[in-house]
């Protein structure tokens, strides 16, 4: 079987690779942090979510300055643009009805055929475009663009495959990707959605193991229905689409050839 080669539109060198690698560390703690901060450590249960989102703002904003001096020319920059705005214009069509999401589509494609930097900014680029289209802009946005950029950035690291094997490995991975963003995402949120008094509400001070089985009710008596609607849309879309629109990309890296060098040549004397 023969594999398809794949066209790195963005190159992430090695000071980028360790910037985002601090970076998924971070992100880690923001999203985990009902159960690594202790109970009033901040103050009150809706100071670490806004504390957190500041700083994986400050974070994203590193890790793109980083990517970008690493090696982005403009036509890699001209396809992000392109992506980017087409994913904030597709993703008011699902508008998260029934969990339907269209956003993931694209970037689990985009970032397969131009790689992982690529992947990873284009789910930071898209989720703010899109908020800001849609008024999207709150506490949760650097949440959404920091999964959605780990969404991206994954799909760039997927094996080798090609034809049905590559569909079904990234509609496998499209599903699984949209029940873990909405397992992260709910994270960020739950310690104050609910009654303390609930069953499954967040207890500051209990067992790592019984908060994480309080977090498990909750996700799964709140947000199931919605992950499973994106993880169902992810599945169809790439399994309809994904053939024609993996050509389409890998016509255009084709074309752009990302990475060909630049080469300036001396002028002829007149």
């Not at 100071?47 to 703002?57: S, T």
Request: hydrophobic share 55%; proline share 6%; with cysteine.
């Amino acid at each position: 079987m023969t594999t398809v080669a794949r066209t790195a539109a963005i190159r992430i060198n090695a000071r980028a690779g360790a910037v985002i690698a601090m970076a998924a560390f971070l992100g880690v703690v923001a999203f985990f942090w009902p159960f690594l901060v202790a109970p009033g450590k901040f103050g009150s249960h809706y100071a670490p979510p806004l504390i957190f989102g500041v700083l994986l703002v400050i974070v994203l904003c590193v890790v793109i300055s980083e990517i970008a001096e690493g090696g982005i020319n403009s036509k890699a920059l001209a396809m992000l643009g392109v992506l980017s705005a087409v994913n904030a214009a597709i993703r008011p069509l699902g508008a998260g009805t029934a969990g339907i999401e269209t956003v993931f589509f694209i970037l689990v494609l985009a970032g397969r055929v131009y790689g992982p930097g690529f992947g990873f900014t284009l789910g930071c680029t898209s989720l703010f475009a899109s908020a800001l289209i849609t008024g999207g802009v709150g506490p949760w946005m650097p949440y959404q663009m920091f999964g959605c950029a780990f969404v991206g950035m994954l799909a760039g690291f997927l094996p080798k495959a090609s034809g049905r094997r590559e569909i079904a490995m990234l509609a496998l991975y499209g599903s699984v990707s949209g029940y873990l963003f909405g397992f992260l995402l709910n994270l960020s949120f739950w310690p104050f959605s609910l009654d303390p008094n609930s069953s499954i509400a967040y207890l500051p001070g209990l067992p790592f193991t019984e908060q994480f089985q309080r977090y498990l009710a909750f996700d799964l008596a709140t947000s199931l229905g919605w992950d499973t609607g994106r993880a169902v849309t992810n599945f169809i879309c790439i399994t309809l689409a994904g053939p024609a629109v993996l050509t389409t990309f890998r016509r255009a890296a084709r074309k752009a050839r990302f990475e060909a060098p630049v080469r300036f040549r001396p002028g002829a004397r007149p």
